[in-house]
Each structure stands twice: as structure tokens, then as C-alpha cells.
């Protein structure tokens, strides 16, 4: 399961917090990328448990976000052109 949460700004450490130093989500794989607006999209991809914990915690300080899909997809296509930039270090 996965998850795409947005938080305004002043909000960003204390969710980050409270996600990594949560017992049951912290397992779960959490990244955060800034935003075009005055925040940050955390990407959370668990178990059933882990995303459900997730929620409670966001709920108060973040909001879900609608256009989940299209910032999954833009997240890849990042990591993809990290990848290979990394791998041209090695030619």
C-alpha cells in the first residue's frame, strides 16, 4: 500500500517527527520531496498496519493528496534519472 501526503511548511518537522519516531510506521519506507507549493509530499508505502498508523499521524498536520498517481509517477522518473546519472560515474 502507499500513500502521498501533503503538509505545509510549517508543519514538515513535526510530521517528519512523528513518522520516524512512530514504532510501526518508521519500518514502513517514508520520503519526502519538496513541493511546488509551500510544502512537502511525503511517499509512505507499508502494510496495511503501517499506512493505517500513517494516516492517524497525518491527519492532524497533513492532508492526502488527490493526485496520487501523478506524483508517484514524477517521483520515479526522478529516482530513474538519479540512477542513471550514477551510473554514468562509472564509465
Same mark, same amino acid.
Given at each position: ?8 511548511? &510549517?508543519?514538515?518537522? %513535526? #510530521?517528519?517527527?512523528? #513518522?520516524? $519516531? ?30 493505517? %498508523?500513517?494516516?492517524? #499521524?497525518?491527519?492532524? #498536520?497533513?492532508?492526502?493528496? &488527490? ?8 517521483? %520515479? $522518473? ?14
Amino acid at each position: 500500500m502507499e500513500i502521498v501526503v501533503f503538509v505545509e511548511q &510549517e508543519n514538515f518537522e %513535526k #510530521l517528519k517527527d512523528a #513518522l520516524f $519516531k512512530d514504532e510501526i510506521v518508521s519500518r514502513a519506507s517514508i520520503k519526502y520531496k519538496k513541493s511546488e507549493k509551500n510544502g512537502y509530499y511525503f511517499i509512505i508505502s507499508g502494510n496495511e498496519e503501517q499506512i493505517k %498508523k500513517a494516516r492517524e #499521524l497525518c491527519k492532524e #498536520l497533513g492532508e492526502e493528496v &488527490e493526485e496520487k498517481e501523478k506524483i508517484l509517477e514524477e517521483n %520515479k $522518473k526522478e529516482e530513474e534519472k538519479a540512477i542513471e546519472g550514477f551510473g554514468n560515474i562509472f564509465q
